[in-house]
DNA sequence: CTGAAAGCGCTAACAC
DNA sequence: GTGTTAGCGCTTTCAG
């Protein structure tokens, strides 16, 4: 890596000077410019990101944070992150939390010294489940703005993008309704998130609101056999006519399942679930799905992050961006 | 961010003793190192890490460069690469170069420029294509060293991780050849990378040594309706008895298909794809998958790299290692 | 127009 | 034992 201090050698010139005339200021002489021009361009110089952070009190580097990245939808989030802090400038620094508090804490603490300029994260399962949220409050007090987005710790005071998930459900649930669906079953795997909480309840209202049948949900955990439970689900309550899935793993083995236990979607069963749109391909006929727009998202609370960090003397008030998700209807729903 | 002058001033020492108490030097009294290690703590102090950087002309960062985050097998190396960086004390910065040569090369630029230590990377499609490979020496004679994974390119000398591509396809269609399977189709979405072409040719191998049949390949394209062309395919070759699929999606979509237009898997046709545990999920039966072992690879290439930066003194030799996939026997084959 | 010097936060060789 | 100083690469004020 060339330095400033070797082309000013080279040019018989002081390292200020060539600092200068790189930076196109008037001070210096055109001759003087060109010059220095040609033999930076020579060598191709890049001004140390270090040395310029450290003199700037700012890296230009966005740390993320995501409890999962195998997760589709985070995955596709960190996507719409990338893109957008790229075209604003920023580098990202990502960390995975693996849905560890502790994991959570360390990566928070090791970036906030000095490695990034704010964060972008999305609350681990964990932290929501213990409720801690000091570690976000130590950080936002030094100085880090974060930008919190799905998963979000409501008594932090900081920007945040979320989805409108309990009308997400609500209005699935509906949609099933209106096609005379009599025993809607609710699948979740994620229970334990805020946002599974919400969608559960999206689903509840709507069934309360009706009338016709009580709320039913199956709840799936890690460690059990997704496809054995959902299978067996479905062969004790052979009723079941509408399935509105908080996962998109559920909603496929759902479908897949029905149909290998010999009925037709959507003629005997109806199934929504939130998905994205590779995931609608992974069942004939297709998924009706909820889609999240996880990339806009990412956009969006990059956007938060990097307006915030270039207003920091303003001081302005904390946003919540909620981002609509909209239900893409394929085959596996009749209207 | 509290800095050592600050703690210098404030407990009437220097700066330099500061430091040393802090890095538990010999040449510090018991007394003060207490005392400064107290405040410390206090203030929750952190070394700067740019400072640091500068200052011994190391990031501990490792710059990481994929060409699509949203591919399950690279978000899941990503995840190998985290995990292990993380263990052995260094952040990731991600970039996406989405496929694209410019991106490719203007993200290694940017980074090169004193914000990594060195690079893992998988080629982007265009890169391979193209056959570009100036960026990738340049780097590399700038003292940054390149671990390549999965796509590489051959003519750049450098540590890579590579999958036994060849041998896996090979052995997945012998092991159609052994249930007798008359007739086997490849299944490829991504008959562009490097990769693809290995995958189709075990297929062509094992087929050719067998006799019984001509090597059949359909080939899907990015815009098209994947599941219309692999219906519209088993439709048009009703004969079709086995499936090799160099990716997981067509190798689900081909179930599901089979299954939709009335055929039994495995009784009528066998399936094997490149697939991942969550994917083999999505299909009743479930897919007998070639698994790639993604975060070993994303281990393995982490554990070249700092191994490589730990010794950049020594010059040791490049090293390929090859990860070998496993094929994982599920309900979609007889065998 | 050009250069010297200070300083970002840190470490380490070298005084005292 | 503790402090002074130089220097990592850069920008920027201030002198010349």
């Known amino acids: 890596m060339v330095t400033l201090k070797q082309l000013a050698k080279e040019l018989n010139v002081s390292i200020s000077t060539v600092s200068k005339a790189l930076n196109n200021s008037e001070e210096i002489g055109e001759e003087t410019v060109k010059r220095v021009k ?53 580098n990202i620094i990502t960390c995975i939390s693996n849905e560890s508090l502790e994991t959570e804490k360390a990566s928070l603490q090791l970036l906030a010294s000095g490695s990034v300029d704010g964060f972008i994260l999305c609350v681990s399962e964990e932290t929501q489940i213990k409720n801690e949220i000091d570690h976000f409050k130590k950080t936002i007090s030094q100085g880090l703005p974060i930008v919190m987005f799905d998963r979000v710790a409501h008594d932090v005071m900081c920007d945040k993008v979320i989805v409108d998930d309990f009308d997400a459900t609500y209005n699935a649930t509906k949609n099933l309704l209106l096609e005379n669906r009599k025993n809607i079953v609710f699948i979740s795997n994620i229970d334990d998130l805020s946002v599974g909480k919400l969608r559960e309840r999206g689903y509840n209202k709507a069934i309360l609101e009706n009338g016709g049948q009580d709320p039913l949900v199956l709840r799936i955990f890690k460690k059990d056999d997704h496809q054995k439970k959902i299978k067996s689900f479905f062969r004790k309550n052979n009723t079941i006519d509408g399935v509105v899935s908080a996962d998109s793993s559920s909603a496929i083995i759902a479908i897949n399942s029905a149909i290998n236990l010999g009925k037709k979607v959507p003629k005997h069963m109806s199934v929504i679930g939130f998905a994205s749109k590779s995931d609608s391909n992974h069942t ?35 946003r ?4 609509k998700t909209s239900l893409v209807k394929n085959k596996s729903t009749l209207l």
């Open 320 to 323: 919540t961006i909620i981002v």
């Open 284 to 318: 004939l006929p297709r998924l009706t799905t909820i889609r999240q727009h996880a990339k806009v998202i990412g956009a969006n609370a990059t956007q938060l992050l990097v307006n915030r960090l270039q207003n920091m003397h303003l001081n302005e008030d904390v």
């Open 38 to 90: 040609e033999l930076a361009e020579l060598y191709n110089y890049k001004p140390n990101r270090m040395a310029l952070s450290l003199k700037q009190n700012k890296t230009k580097t966005i740390g993320v944070i995501i409890p999962n990245i195998l997760n589709h939808f985070l995955a596709k989030v960190l996507f719409g992150i990338e893109r957008e802090a790229t075209k604003l400038g920023y």
